[in-house]
């Protein structure tokens, strides 16, 4: 089991910025996978970034590259999202997860999740 602890989140206008965080317990941060989801009502929850804690490694969705970053505080056991230039199209509810491994790529192979923060864009 891997218990996420999200803060962040909240309304902002378009153009501007956000902040996401999530920590995770120790032993389930080091050397797993981290990272962002969201989810719009009546679509499917899509992968944002994700981290490999162990190395650095970064994956992203197209839609968001250049404007959102993911990075980690290993003395935190927390990673965080950065997200700037904020669109309508990034409301959403934005939900941490992980993953046991380093294949951080396999977005549909996460199975730990946070309870989610909405993010709303106006």
């Known amino acids: 089991h891997v218990q996420l602890v999200e803060s962040g989140g909240g309304s902002v206008q378009a153009g501007g910025s956000l902040r996401l965080s999530c920590s995770a317990s120790?032993?389930?941060?080091?050397?797993?996978?981290m990272g962002w989801f969201r989810q719009t009502p009546g679509k499917a929850r899509e992968g944002i970034a994700t981290?490999?804690?162990?190395?650095?490694?970064?994956y992203y969705r197209d839609s968001v590259k250049g404007r959102f970053t993911i990075s980690q505080d290993n003395a935190k056991n927390t990673v965080y999202l950065q997200m700037n230039s904020l669109g309508p199209e990034d409301t959403a509810m934005y939900y941490c997860?992980?993953?046991?491994?380093?294949?951080?790529?396999?977005?549909?192979?996460?199975?730990?999740w946070g309870q989610g923060t909405q993010v709303t864009v106006s």
């Open positions: 120790r032993n389930r941060y080091v050397n797993n996978c």
């Open positions: 997860a992980a993953r046991l491994g380093s294949l951080c790529g396999y977005w549909l192979t996460f199975r730990y």
């Open positions: 981290i490999f804690t162990g190395g650095g490694n970064t």
